[in-house]
């Protein structure tokens, strides 16, 4: 059959070379089992017109670029700094299609795209021909092509890749694995989308006019209900909850289903179709640490990227160019594609070589470079004070609670010194139930506030079946997700009234041990099979609890609420909450959580009498943890109100408000279950 075909286009081409001879020539490639390219010659009429610009096509500029390399002292600095300027302003960054918001099919092979996601896991530096020779088999004359941001090289008619010349040229790039940001409030994403404008088309990004767009938040649009939120978001848990139970009963084993080939659906919606094979049992899992029906995932190829620069669980908004071709699906391992032809196809997770990429500090689309809301000092003490009316009504009339709710909100890790980490406040909130939907309608409402939170049930069930620490499969050389791997900055409120009397199997003791050194010592050890490693975290954990929790804390409170006012109280906050007092407390939340903070010399001398004075009452009474815990408790009491310097005035509040925590609502100790450090537990059924 190749002969007859290759005699075939001999003919043609005979034929016509005189006359196709003056005109311009368009071709389409044929499929040819070899690394010379065969084609047929149409009429330039033929060919259908695509917009050549640098967005839907960044490879003319690279290829631009790369010929006058002799111009330049380093050409790939050239093609990013050209990148950098070209990106430099939001408009023209928001302008982009975004693999977040758009369906995989939408995209164009080859065109710049956006992806906002974390790290989930990092691959093997991958080897690629960043130039290489190739041989015009017409005239017999070469030339070097850039082969930088490409997974499949390309030759034109009748080309050939020389694969021995001594010009091709063997570089390396990163190669790391991101996923849509876990955790990440409905809010967060909606705005995102709002500022979305372009949708991608066949030849490149393309708005089509018989869709109405998404309108821009209207700081005068009332905010959804609490109501309507809670619906939303117990709906979500139900779909993730029976996503991860499935997971849980096959094991990591194919289900029946699967092992017939009959058809089901992605993580991302798409339909997929799965067989028994383990050697590719990963390839339709999009790995998310948070299971998620609207979730994404991409495969990033990193260039001139120093080691360390990036890390895991970071999140990060980068522009690249996208890769769809189907050939990297077909990937043969026993040809030096052992891990590749693991990876999901491009059709599920695309794979994007980075352009440009920048560092999210922070995942709140409110608060950042161009947008000009920015509370003062002023603003922000009337912000707080309507965010603690909110949080009072919340913690039903508790003023004490909703103020150490308040502080635990803004908290983040500032520092580390040895084994000390500087800043956290876990807090444990006891005497709470789960009556009339109190914890869910709590954790809803905190939804609603910060850009990232997750709900977990502590039962025994969860913590039995569930992975909380990633796990490293070395048959297919990934990082499989746990629930615990979350970015930096997020919520994580556990939920311990769910627990039950009994015993714990192995997995659940891991996963509480992990917990508890998670609040202790903000590290996770993800389980490497023959080792582990830690990894540092940032995780704000609120633990809510009917008596003293198993887990360590920093600080407890005892709760004393009005149960009869759950319904009013609710109610009470649904009708107060705008969007526009939604916006401004996400804002002021952020603003102190990302302050500076200075502790005056003067405030320091008198802490250090105060302390000294304390010590000498009763050594006993007031340890050197518990000036650390005043001293943490002074930073967030200072920020909360916009303010920079600590002031004695803070200082005395602080004594004052530790000084009633601790004669009133600290729990009483237990002796039949408790967790020093991440010690396994047996939880007594009497």
């Known amino acids: 059959a190749h002969t007859c075909l290759i005699h075939f286009i001999k003919r ?3 034929r016509h070379c005189l006359s196709l ?4 020539l368009s071709k389409i490639e044929v499929s040819y089992p070899s690394l010379v390219s065969h084609h047929l010659p149409l009429k330039e009429k033929d060919k259908m017109p695509v917009a050549d610009d640098w967005k839907t096509c960044p490879h003319n500029l690279v290829n631009k670029i790369y010929k006058e390399r002799q111009a330049h002292d380093n050409w790939e600095s050239s093609i990013s700094s050209t990148f950098k300027e070209l990106l430099n302003n939001e ?8 693999l977040n918001h758009l369906p995989n099919h939408e995209v164009s092979d080859g065109q710049l795209v956006r992806f906002r996601g974390m790290i989930q896991d990092m691959f093997d530096p991958e080897i690629y021909l960043a130039e290489y020779e190739m041989k015009n088999l017409a005239d017999g004359t070469t030339s070097v092509l850039c082969g930088r941001y490409r997974d499949v090289l390309q030759n034109g008619m009748r080309e050939e890749i020389l694969e021995d010349s001594d010009l091709n040229i063997m570089k390396d790039r990163s190669v790391v694995y991101c996923v849509s940001v876990p955790g ?10 709002s500022r979305h404008k372009d949708k991608a088309g066949p030849s490149g990004t393309f708005q089509n006019p018989l869709k109405r767009g998404l309108e821009p938040m209207n700081s005068s649009a ?5 109501a309507e939120a809670m619906d939303m978001d117990t709906t979500e848990n139900t779909a993730n909850s029976a996503s991860a139970s499935s997971m849980i009963m096959d094991n990591g084993k194919p289900s029946t289903e699967e092992c017939n080939g009959k058809r089901s659906k992605g993580e991302d919606g798409s339909a997929v179709i799965k067989n028994g094979n383990d050697n590719i049992k990963h390839r339709h ?3 998310l640490p948070i299971p998620n029906s609207r979730g994404k995932a991409v495969i990033v190829k990193l260039y001139d990227t120093a080691d360390g620069a990036l890390k895991l669980n970071e999140v990060v908004d980068l522009v690249g160019i996208v890769s769809l071709d189907p050939a990297l699906a077909q990937l043969d391992p026993m040809e030096g594609h052992p891990s590749t032809s693991l990876m999901p196809p491009p059709s599920l997770v695309p794979r994007v070589h980075a352009v440009h990429i920048k560092k999210v500090e922070h995942n709140n689309p409110l608060v950042g470079p161009g947008i000009s809301e920015k509370l003062n000092q002023q603003e922000m003490s009337r912000v707080r004070d309507q965010l603690m009316y909110i949080l009072t009504q919340a913690m039903l009339g508790d003023e004490l609670a909703a103020e150490y709710l308040l502080y635990h909100l803004i908290s983040k890790v500032c520092g580390r010194r040895d084994i000390q980490v500087l800043g956290k406040m876990c807090l444990n909130l006891f005497n709470v139930n789960s009556n009339n939907n109190w914890i869910k309608r709590l954790y809803t409402i905190l939804g609603l506030l910060v850009p990232g939170s997750h709900y977990l049930p502590l039962s025994r069930h969860h913590l039995d079946t569930t992975n909380f620490v990633p ?6 050389n990934r990082l499989v997700a746990g629930s615990l791997q979350l970015p930096a900055g997020t919520n994580l409120v556990v939920d311990e009234t769910q627990m039950s009397d009994g015993q714990l199997n192995p997995r659940g003791l891991a996963n509480l041990t992990a917990v508890g050194n998670l609040i202790r010592w903000q590290k996770l050890e993800y389980d490497f099979k023959y080792s582990s490693l830690e990894y540092e975290t940032d995780i704000s954990v609120l633990v809510l609890s009917e008596g003293r929790s198993l887990l360590p804390s920093d600080y407890q409170v005892k709760v004393i609420p009005e149960e009869s006012l759950v319904e009013a109280n609710y109610r009470n906050i649904n009708s107060i909450l705008s969007q526009d007092l939604l916006n401004r407390i996400r804002v002021y939340l952020t603003q102190c959580r990302e302050a500076d903070y200075n502790l005056p010399d003067d405030v320091q001398s008198a802490v250090t009498q105060d302390f000294v004075q304390l010590r000498q009452e009763d050594p006993n009474r007031f340890t050197a943890e518990d000036l650390h815990a005043h001293l943490t408790l002074a930073r967030l009491v200072a920020l909360s109100q916009g303010k920079t310097n600590l002031e004695a005035e803070d200082w005395t509040k602080v004594k004052n408000l530790e000084a009633n925590r601790r ?12 967790l020093p450090n991440g010690m396994p537990i047996h939880i007594s059924a009497n």
């Open 12 to 14: 043609v081409w005979k």
């Open 21 to 24: 001879s003056a005109q311009k």
């Open 91 to 98: 408009t023209t960054w928001n302008s982009l299609p975004s």
């Open 184 to 193: 990440e409030s409905p809010w967060v994403t909606e705005i995102h989308s």
């Open 222 to 226: 009332p905010a959804p209900s609490v």
């Open 285 to 287: 899992d999009l790995n």
């Open 471 to 476: 796990t490293k499969d070395m048959e297919a």
């Open 663 to 674: 004669a009133n609502r600290t729990p009483q100790p237990r002796g039949q279950a408790s």
